[in-house]
């Protein structure tokens, strides 16, 4: 259970050009990413006890 966790969404944003909403663009991609990471980590081992696996934990 790999991956980048938002990683190219961060780099799009911090890519953009200077302007009014790069701020803005960046706060929220930001809050959605932490908030993936977040609801992704408390949610998998649930999940998994769920379906009868136990998670890797590497």
């Known amino acids: ?3 980048l966790k938002g990683g ?3 780099a799009l944003a ?3 050009p200077d302007g009014e ?3 803005l663009i960046l706060t ?4 959605v990413v932490v908030f993936s990471i977040i609801v ?3 949610t998998v081992a649930k999940l ?3 379906v009868g ?3 890797d934990m590497m």
């Open 14 to 16: 911090l890519s953009l």
């Open 8 to 10: 190219i969404s961060v």
């Open 21 to 23: 909403w790069k701020p």
């Open 53 to 55: 696996r136990a998670p």
């Open 1 to 3: 259970m790999g991956g």
């Open 40 to 42: 992704q980590g408390l």
């Open 48 to 50: 998994a006890n769920r």
């Open 28 to 31: 929220c991609t930001y809050v």
